[in-house]
């Protein structure tokens, strides 16, 4: 099946630093990446949704200064959180698709900002 | 808008026992509906997807799921629990007329398996 790999699956940074969280597609070419965030014990939140070679859409709430997406190739996407604070700390989880297939999902990014 | 309700917050059941993981939707378009399966520490995996096709829908694991319109449900079975089967169940509607769509997820339902 498709697999979405995301690295690195667990950082630990202090704050006022910034992260960078890779999405790869390593068997098909992904038209469309998501990135999620989750809390502890609550379901996933979509940030936003971007297409290869075209600027990201975020949801309604989510800084686009803080949470920079470059998708640059049909590959890969990554996610940059920068000047990372304590309430940044979360689980990233990334998902890719080409048209007409459903979400593949990597294994997230458990980041902790000290 | 598209939205999910899972009713069940946790499900616990014995090993060997009927798994049944409730899922409503609403949708106001023909829907696209999916079960993901989270271990802890991990993303999604798909379990199942209806994408307008047969309505009782096999997954893998031995789940399946059937969409019921005239219900608005979706809801994830299995005949027999297995210890590996304990984990976090979404069920999720895409926004658009295609599975590639961004996807609405529901609260999720921690399934507990015991011995």
């Known amino acids: 099946g498709a697999v979405v790999s995301q690295h690195p699956s667990w950082v630990i940074c202090k704050s006022g630093t910034s992260v960078k969280i890779e999405c790869r597609s390593l068997?098909?070419?992904?038209?469309?990446m998501f990135w999620y965030r989750q809390f502890p014990k609550q379901s996933l939140m979509l940030m936003a949704t971007s297409n290869e070679g075209s600027k990201a859409t975020y949801e309604q709430g989510v800084e686009k200064d803080k949470f920079l997406i470059n998708h640059a190739s049909l590959t890969l996407s990554t996610l940059t959180v920068t000047s990372a604070h304590p309430e940044d700390s979360s689980f990233y989880i990334c998902?890719?698709?080409?048209?007409?297939?459903?979400?593949?999902f990597g294994d997230g990014t458990r980041l902790s900002i000290l | 808008a598209q939205s999910v309700t899972q009713l069940g917050s946790h499900v616990s059941v014995s090993e060997g026992a009927l798994v049944l993981l409730r899922c409503n939707y609403s949708s106001s378009v023909p829907p696209y509906l999916f079960w993901y399966v989270q271990y802890p520490n991990q993303g999604l995996q798909l379990l199942l997807k209806y994408t307008s096709a047969a309505t009782l829908v096999k997954g893998i694991n031995g789940f399946e799921a059937e969409f019921k319109k005239s219900e608005t449900s979706f809801h994830l079975t299995k005949p027999s629990a297995h210890m590996s089967d304990a984990a976090e169940y979404f069920c999720?509607?895409?926004?658009?007329?295609?599975?590639?769509?961004?996807?609405?997820f529901g609260s999720g339902t921690r399934l507990l398996v015991r011995p």
């Open positions: 999720a509607v895409s926004d658009g007329g295609d599975s590639s769509y961004k996807l609405i």
């Open positions: 998902s890719a698709s080409s048209r007409g297939q459903p979400q593949h």
């Open positions: 068997d098909f070419q992904a038209t469309t």
